[in-house]
């Protein structure tokens, strides 16, 4: 990547574990898409409800040349949401096919 990787939390408090977590998703995206300029994530706790329990969101915002492309994950208010390991490894799957899709797509133009 050509600009560093940011990671911003809103809502809750940033831990060294889930900031190595995510520098290591992250750094796997440059395998799906060669001209990957930069990554920004997001992850977000919105109030506690007491009928919803904890829930988070998770957003990749990834920028290549000419786009940019958001994927997100979590906050549907499900009762006992997902874990926020598991919300990170989902929102950085969707990603990585995105990233796929747009290389075969870009390849195939």
């Not at 809103?10 to 898409?33: N, Q, S």
């Not at 000419?66 to 009762?79: A, C, D, F, I, T």
């Amino acid at each position: 990547m050509q600009t560093p990787l940011r990671i911003s939390f809103h809502g809750t408090t940033p831990t060294d574990a889930i900031t190595t977590y995510v520098g290591a998703r992250a750094a796997k995206l440059e395998r799906f898409h060669d001209r990957l300029i930069g990554c920004h994530v997001v992850i977000e706790k919105p109030h506690r409800h007491k009928t919803h329990g904890d829930d988070h969101r998770v957003r990749v915002d990834l920028v290549i040349p000419g786009q940019e492309l958001v994927v997100s994950r979590g906050g549907g208010g499900r009762k006992g949401g997902e874990d926020l390991y598991a919300s990170i490894d989902a929102v950085f799957e969707a990603a990585q096919r995105v990233l796929a899709e747009h290389t075969r797509a870009r390849r195939a133009s």
